[in-house]
């Protein structure tokens, strides 16, 4: 707990990753009936990316038990080196991703081009809104280290073929 803040993680099995290249969590069942449990106590379930598995069930809870669902989705079609993950991708988002998203009360799109790539194929329920994906630099200006003039990062996340990991040195 952080001042009002409940963490909890959930136990899971990733096997599928390396093959395909998106992150595939599978949660155990302890946590999924944590999860069921859990949206008992909440008003809205804030889901981010439909494409996984927990996401999903974590929907379909929500519309069991009649809770308001808030879908904010940061990726869209990824132009992946692999021939056959892209096109998994592309029926994915085709078919689950288009019912998913036509189906929650508020999609939030983080970036202009993944709102416009599901635009052209989703029916919302509510028009979707828009954060813009990016760095202000009019408000955020990190200093560089007086030893250095370069700036020096901490990435805390997942690297992935879709950030660019390609140009990092």
Same mark, same amino acid.
């Given at each position: 707990k952080l001042g009002n803040l409940h963490i909890f993680q959930a136990a899971s099995l990733d096997v599928l990753e390396r093959w395909i290249g998106l992150p595939f969590p599978v949660w155990g069942f302890k946590s999924l009936r944590q999860l069921w449990c859990l949206i008992d106590d909440v008003d809205v379930v804030n889901v981010h990316?439909? *494409?996984? !598995?927990?996401? +999903? !069930? $974590? !929907? $379909? %809870?929500? +519309?069991i038990k009649g809770k308001r669902i808030i879908l904010t989705q940061h990726i869209g079609f990824i132009d992946f080196d692999s021939v056959i993950a892209?096109?998994? +991708?592309?029926?994915?988002?085709?078919? @689950?991703?288009?019912? /998913?998203?036509? !189906? /929650?009360?508020? &999609? &939030?799109? &983080?970036?202009?081009?993944?709102?416009?790539? %599901?635009?052209? %194929?989703v029916s919302y329920r $509510? $028009?979707?809104?828009l954060i813009p994906n990016g760095v202000d630099h009019c408000l955020y200006k990190p200093a560089a280290r007086?030893?250095?003039? *370069?700036?020096? @990062?901490? %990435?805390?996340?997942?690297?992935v073929e879709k950030k660019g990991v390609e140009l990092i040195s």
């Open positions: 990316d439909y *494409l996984y !598995i927990p996401s +999903l !069930i $974590a !929907i $379909a %809870f929500a +519309l892209r096109l998994v +991708l592309k029926v994915l988002n085709r078919t @689950v991703g288009a019912l /998913v998203l036509s !189906i /929650v009360d508020q &999609v &939030v799109y &983080v970036g202009r081009p993944v709102k416009d790539y %599901f635009d052209k %194929f $509510a $028009a979707p809104a007086h030893d250095s003039p *370069l700036v020096r @990062v901490l %990435f805390v996340g997942r690297f």
